[in-house]
């Protein structure tokens, strides 16, 4: 389960208690209906923005941390020293990057909104890490072309489907030209979300990226209409989150969709594996294992017989990637 870092947990929570209690809750119902309503722009009050920072805040950080550990475990040897957020929103990926990599000394964030940058330099302003507290806020907007100088990580996190068309194709190129060596698009873990992703690996594909993750190939997705690829994080849930949500659970569950792409070519063959697509299915003596796989979709059936793969397959999670290809026990 994933926690926030412990200097952004006690910001949000000083900020949060700024506003009414009522208020707060009331700004989190409205920013929830229009995420099920699809609005584009919802983070539109104070209210709205300490409703972000005290809930989703906590959920997009597990989203993207467990993405940026995945290229860790991807490209172990890719050092990362800049980063650049586009579509920022408080700054969400800085800490997740920052946890992930303490070597990031650069760091560029984008946004459009001011009262939202004005709001992410107020969660870093009592950091102990001078790279948080001095990242580089930019007030821009993604609709119009901008030159970004060149970045090591570049990411677009939960901020393509807040744009139209042209300013989401406008960001993706922005994006892909400002990376030095891995972009990382996350959205959420819906059929729309999923769409957003597909449209990013079209373009990268297009323009001759290394896909990284989850896709361990570059063929037509096959995951069929209707169906979406994701992956899910858990969060601990603050206090106040959970009196405002009227729930018990000490944490929640953030379905997310994501992709990386890396400039480089890497040693070793990274795409020789196979994407654990759903939650493992652990019987008494077998485990079914769905798989996204160079040839498609598959189920894989790793039978207690099969000691050493069976051994491996019992610690594999919803998002793991197989190593082996058990093509003879695949159905
Ligand atoms: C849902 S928030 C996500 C924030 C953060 N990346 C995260 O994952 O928590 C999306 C952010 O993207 C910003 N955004 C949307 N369209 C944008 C654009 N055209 N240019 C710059 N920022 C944009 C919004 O203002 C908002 O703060």
Not at 14 to 25: A, G, P, Q, R, W
Not at 126 to 142: C, E, G, H, K
Not at 194 to 220: G, M, Q, T, W, Y
Request: hydrophobic share 40%.
């Amino acid at each position: 389960m994933t926690s926030l870092p412990y200097e952004l947990s006690q910001a949000i929570e000083m900020e949060v208690s700024k506003i009414d209690f009522s208020l707060f809750s009331q700004a989190l119902l409205e920013l929830s209906l229009s995420y099920r309503n699809n609005e584009k722009v919802f983070i539109t009050s104070l209210a709205r923005r300490l409703a972000y920072i005290g809930v989703r805040l906590p959920a997009t950080y597990s989203a993207i941390l467990a993405t940026l550990l995945e290229i860790k475990n991807k490209l172990p040897s890719t050092q990362l020293t800049s980063l650049l957020d586009l579509g920022a929103g408080p700054g969400t990926t800085l800490w997740a990057a920052l946890t992930t990599w303490p070597e990031i000394s650069k760091v560029t964030l984008v946004e459009r909104d001011r009262e939202m940058i004005s709001l992410g330099k107020t969660l870093t302003s009592n950091s102990t890490n001078p790279f948080i507290n001095s990242a580089q806020w930019l007030n821009l907007d993604l609709a119009n072309k901008q030159n970004f100088s060149q970045h090591d990580l570049v990411v677009v996190s939960y901020a393509l489907g807040e744009m139209d068309s042209a300013t989401k194709q406008n960001a993706l190129l922005q994006a892909w030209q400002a990376t030095e060596k891995v972009l990382v698009i996350i959205e959420p873990g819906t059929v729309k979300g999923f769409h957003n992703i597909l449209l990013a690996r079209d373009f990268l594909i297009l323009s001759e990226a290394n896909i990284i993750a989850p896709c361990p190939h570059k063929n037509v997705c096959p995951i069929t209409e209707g169906d979406w690829c994701h992956f899910s994080g858990r969060v601990e849930r603050s206090s106040f989150h959970r009196r405002a949500k009227g729930g018990v659970l000490s944490y929640e569950d953030e379905k997310f969709s994501y992709i990386i792409a890396s400039k480089e070519l890497t040693s070793g063959n990274y795409s020789d594996y196979s994407r654990v697509i759903r939650h493992p299915l652990k019987r008494p003596r077998h485990i079914h294992l769905d798989l996204c796989t160079n040839n498609g979709l598959s189920r894989a059936t790793i039978s207690q017989k099969n000691k050493d793969a069976y051994k491996l397959a019992r610690k594999l999670s919803w998002g793991d990637t197989w190593e082996q290809m058990l093509k003879e026990t695949q159905e």
